[in-house]
Structures are given as C-alpha cells and as structure tokens.
C-alpha cells in the first residue's frame, strides 16, 4: 500500500552558472539528506525559455524579447520540516527574480 511520504522532491531550473549556488542552498538547509548521507541531489541540463515582460528586470534577456538559457534543473528530497526553509535560501541566491520553484510530494510503500 503506498502512503504519503514525510519527504517531498524539491526542484528549480537555474542558469548553469549559478548550480553550485542552489546546491550549496540545498545542503545547508536540509534539502538532499538521505539516511546517513547528506548533500545528495541529481541534476540534468536543459533550456530555458522566457519573454520578459514589462514591469520586469531580468537577471539575463532584454524586455519583449525571447531568451533562451542553458540551465541545470537541480533535484533532491527534503523533510516537510525543512521545506520552507530550502525555499527561502533558494531564492536569496536564484538570480531569477521569479525561480519557478516544485514541490512534489513522495510515496512510500508500507
């Protein structure tokens, strides 16, 4: 029977640059611990797209123009507990003044 997790997946796409940033986010503030192990977390690149808007101040792109950024989607688990934590020391170092930022919830079998 599968139950609800205590873990949830925590997941941001950042410019390639800035990984060790969000790893380093990740480490310290719970995100990616596993048993006896911390700091575990997977990545894979891929491309970002955005139009900035107006009202915007982009980190990288020019406003009404189409931008495209190579980027590392950094992954890891994190305790509920530690979740709002993770966020907040995420977006003090994501140059993106929006990160889209996902949490998704974990099934454990019982």
């Not at 997941?11 to 790893?23: C, G, M, T, Y």
């Not at 911390?38 to 107006?54: E, M, N, Q, V, W």
């Given at each position: ?20 940033a ?35 101040h ?53």
């Amino acid at each position: 029977m599968l139950v609800e997790s205590e873990y949830v997946k925590i997941q941001v796409a950042v410019p390639v640059a800035n990984e060790a940033a969000i790893l380093d986010a990740f480490g310290k503030h719970g995100a990616g611990r596993q048993g006896t192990y911390s700091y575990c977390s997977g990545t894979y690149r891929a491309i970002g797209r955005f139009i900035p808007l107006d009202g915007s101040h982009p980190a990288i792109g020019t406003l009404g123009k189409l931008e495209q950024v190579e980027e590392s989607v950094v992954q890891a688990i994190c305790h509920r507990d530690n979740v709002e934590r993770v966020i907040i020391a995420v977006k003090k170092v994501h140059p993106y003044e929006e990160p889209a930022i996902d949490i998704m919830p974990r099934f454990d079998l019982q």
